[in-house]
């Protein structure tokens, strides 16, 4: 599960971001160009 402030990665095309808000079983997600979106969890990992 994710939690906000986590460092993620989309997994279909890599892009880098952190979560600022978590509904369920998705994610509120701020990316590198500032662009905020809503993805599915499933779709993210965390960043090692």
Same mark, same amino acid.
């Given at each position: 599960? @994710?939690? &906000?402030?986590?460092? &993620? =990665?989309? =997994?279909?095309?890599?892009? $880098?971001?952190?979560v =600022?808000? &978590?509904?369920?079983? @998705?994610?509120? &997600?701020?990316? *590198?160009?500032? @662009?905020?979106?809503? *993805?599915?969890?499933?779709?993210? $990992?965390? *960043?090692?």
């Amino acid at each position: 599960m @994710f939690a &906000v402030g986590d460092c &993620v =990665i989309f =997994i279909p095309d890599g892009a $880098r971001g952190t979560v =600022i808000a &978590v509904n369920g079983s @998705f994610c509120q &997600v701020i990316w *590198e160009d500032w @662009f905020t979106s809503w *993805e599915k969890a499933e779709e993210l $990992r965390k *960043e090692e």
